[in-house]
């Protein structure tokens, strides 16, 4: 097969480890790092943007090195050709290798944020992004002197409080090796700046199955969804997470 | 005397302060404080929100505003209980089981209480059963979910079996929101309302005591 992947590059170490030892010829694109910043709508555009770019360009499927990741991959259409995605949450899923096991996992450890090689040393486009993201557009990505100049000190002080910390309420930092680092500089790191938050760590090891077996074609329904043409991605509320529906389906 | 007026600027702006002051003065000039709520206060808090809507106002004019109204109710809040003005409404938020995520939900508390609503904060990561049994202290309390994951909005769908274990559901108003919820999901498991920002969140809690 001839198959196209269209991945966040948060798994960049991840898809080019597994393109290169697919059976297939694989065509790999990434998109910046997160793109969920930015809300459905604008991460949908510019999904749809790259998959449409896709269509008639001769290859069997395109594959999405995503999850649900906030709702930002619905209503994402297949055009010619079908779309293949992992079913799962967030990236998350994807370096566990089992939705079932993410989900132990985030139940027993409230409070946990995650790290991998592509946290670490992806993510130099979030920037440009910025300007896009929820945080900018609601005016909660503003400078304490921003704050001060158009509110007053009183206010600013406030206002800083209130937006706070997304990751406030976080205690844990947990490494996810994925058995392809040429060392441990991610791990170090993470543990550095677990050290710097105060928060306890933790190494989890993860897995390629999920991964590999998306570039490798080994769609089974358990794990994949596979959405055919004229059809687009929504949510099932449930253990499926994801399911094909009929594009004209929605207004 | 100060003019009772310029209680609607200090909120409109967010000048707390001022609110205040204003507040204190009009009541030691023996204003009606609540004509003070429902002529000048509640309005600023409305137009607060209209001009959110219109991309006037964004979230940082939102709290400030919330905040000097709140520094007004604060004062004035004795004052109508003993002329038996209640609030517009109880509710009862937290963001849900599994989930430590406050922002929204803050803002959306910040909100309901500027629009003159009684709120009860139990924080983040709050079982089912928090929810029915802030919501079992009072009759017509309105239960308001936040959750900002996928892996824990299906939490909302268990507060409201809880409610409806309990027997609550029916004396009980749901109303969720949140970056992953949508209207099709509130419908799905059955909530009352659903609001995709923090001013509309008022309008809908309104509706529901209606």
Same mark, same amino acid.
């Given at each position: 097969?001839?198959?196209k992947l269209?991945?966040?590059?948060?798994l960049?170490r991840?898809?080019?480890?597994?393109?290169?030892r697919?059976p297939?010829?694989?065509d790999?694109?990434f998109?910046?790092?997160?793109l969920?910043d930015?809300?459905?709508?604008?991460?949908?555009?510019?999904?749809?943007?790259?998959?449409?770019?896709?269509n008639?360009?001769?290859?069997?499927?395109?594959?999405?090195?995503?999850a649900?990741c906030?709702?930002g991959?619905? !209503?994402l259409?297949a055009?010619t050709v079908?779309?293949? +995605?992992?079913?799962?949450h967030?990236c998350i899923t =994807?370096?566990? *290798?089992d939705?079932?096991?993410y989900?132990d996992?985030?139940q027993?450890?409230?409070?946990?944020?995650?790290?991998?090689?592509g946290?670490?040393?992806r993510g130099?486009?979030?920037e440009?992004?910025?300007?896009?993201?929820?945080?900018?557009?609601?005016?909660m990505n503003?400078?304490?002197?921003?704050?001060v100049?158009?509110?007053g000190?009183?206010?600013a002080k406030?206002?800083m409080?209130?937006?706070g910390d997304?990751?406030?309420?976080?205690?844990?930092?947990?490494?996810?090796?994925?058995?392809?680092?040429p060392?441990d500089?991610?791990?170090?790191?993470?543990r550095r700046?677990? !050290?710097e938050r105060g928060?306890?760590?933790?190494?989890? +090891?993860?897995?390629?199955?999920?991964?590999?077996? =998306?570039?490798? *074609?080994?769609?089974?329904?358990?794990?994949?969804?596979?959405?055919?043409?004229?059809h687009?991605?929504?949510?099932?509320?449930?253990?499926?997470?994801v399911?094909a529906?009929?594009?004209n389906?929605?207004? | 005397?100060s003019d009772?007026?310029q209680?609607?600027d200090a909120i409109?702006?967010?000048?707390?302060?001022q609110?205040?002051?204003?507040t204190?003065?009009?009541?030691?000039?023996?204003?009606?404080?609540t004509e003070?709520?429902?002529n000048y206060?509640?309005?600023?808090?409305?137009e607060?929100?209209?001009?959110?809507?219109?991309?006037?106002?964004?979230v940082?004019?939102?709290l400030?505003?919330?905040?000097?109204m709140?520094?007004?109710?604060?004062?004035?809040?004795?004052?109508?209980?003993?002329?038996?003005?209640?609030?517009?409404?109880r509710?009862?938020?937290?963001?849900?089981?599994?989930?430590l995520?406050?922002?929204?939900?803050?803002?959306?508390?910040?909100?309901?209480?500027?629009?003159?609503?009684?709120v009860?904060?139990?924080?983040?990561d709050?079982p089912?059963?928090?929810?029915?049994?802030?919501a079992q202290?009072?009759?017509?309390?309105?239960?308001?979910?936040s959750?900002?994951?996928?892996t824990?909005?299906?939490?909302?769908k268990?507060?409201?079996?809880?409610?409806?274990?309990?027997?609550?559901?029916g004396?009980t108003?749901?109303?969720v929101g949140?970056?992953?919820?949508?209207?099709?999901?509130?419908?799905?498991?059955?909530?009352?309302?659903?609001?995709?920002?923090?001013?509309a969140?008022?309008a809908l809690?309104?509706?529901?005591?209606?």
């Amino acid at each position: 097969m001839h198959l196209k992947l269209i991945a966040c590059e948060i798994l960049y170490r991840e898809f080019c480890w597994a393109a290169a030892r697919s059976p297939h010829r694989v065509d790999v694109q990434f998109l910046p790092k997160g793109l969920h910043d930015i809300g459905k709508v604008g991460m949908n555009a510019r999904l749809n943007e790259a998959v449409d770019g896709e269509n008639g360009n001769g290859c069997d499927a395109v594959l999405l090195g995503y999850a649900l990741c906030s709702n930002g991959l619905v !209503g994402l259409k297949a055009g010619t050709v079908p779309l293949v +995605l992992p079913r799962a949450h967030d990236c998350i899923t =994807l370096f566990l *290798g089992d939705k079932r096991r993410y989900l132990d996992y985030f139940q027993s450890n409230p409070g946990v944020y995650f790290k991998t090689s592509g946290w670490i040393e992806r993510g130099e486009q979030l920037e440009q992004l910025g300007p896009e993201s929820i945080q900018t557009l609601s005016g909660m990505n503003q400078s304490y002197e921003e704050l001060v100049e158009k509110y007053g000190e009183d206010n600013a002080k406030f206002l800083m409080e209130q937006f706070g910390d997304m990751t406030r309420n976080y205690s844990k930092l947990t490494f996810i090796e994925m058995g392809i680092e040429p060392d441990d500089r991610f791990e170090q790191e993470t543990r550095r700046q677990a !050290g710097e938050r105060g928060w306890r760590f933790e190494k989890l +090891l993860g897995d390629m199955q999920l991964i590999t077996d =998306l570039v490798d *074609g080994n769609w089974d329904d358990e794990r994949f969804l596979v959405v055919p043409p004229g059809h687009e991605i929504a949510t099932t509320f449930d253990e499926q997470i994801v399911k094909a529906v009929p594009s004209n389906s929605r207004p | 005397m100060s003019d009772p007026a310029q209680l609607y600027d200090a909120i409109l702006t967010g000048n707390a302060k001022q609110a205040e002051e204003v507040t204190n003065a009009a009541l030691a000039a023996g204003v009606n404080p609540t004509e003070l709520l429902g002529n000048y206060m509640i309005p600023a808090m409305d137009e607060v929100g209209k001009r959110f809507e219109c991309n006037e106002y964004f979230v940082p004019e939102l709290l400030i505003a919330a905040r000097a109204m709140k520094t007004a109710l604060q004062i004035l809040t004795p004052k109508l209980a003993e002329a038996g003005t209640e609030a517009a409404g109880r509710v009862v938020i937290g963001t849900v089981q599994g989930d430590l995520h406050d922002i929204g939900k803050n803002l959306v508390a910040s909100m309901l209480e500027g629009g003159g609503f009684e709120v009860v904060d139990l924080g983040v990561d709050v079982p089912a059963s928090r929810f029915v049994e802030a919501a079992q202290e009072k009759n017509g309390t309105i239960v308001a979910l936040s959750a900002l994951l996928t892996t824990t909005m299906t939490q909302m769908k268990a507060v409201i079996e809880a409610l409806e274990a309990a027997g609550l559901r029916g004396a009980t108003k749901v109303m969720v929101g949140g970056a992953p919820i949508t209207q099709q999901y509130a419908d799905e498991i059955g909530a009352d309302g659903y609001s995709d920002n923090a001013s509309a969140a008022v309008a809908l809690a309104r509706n529901l005591v209606k």
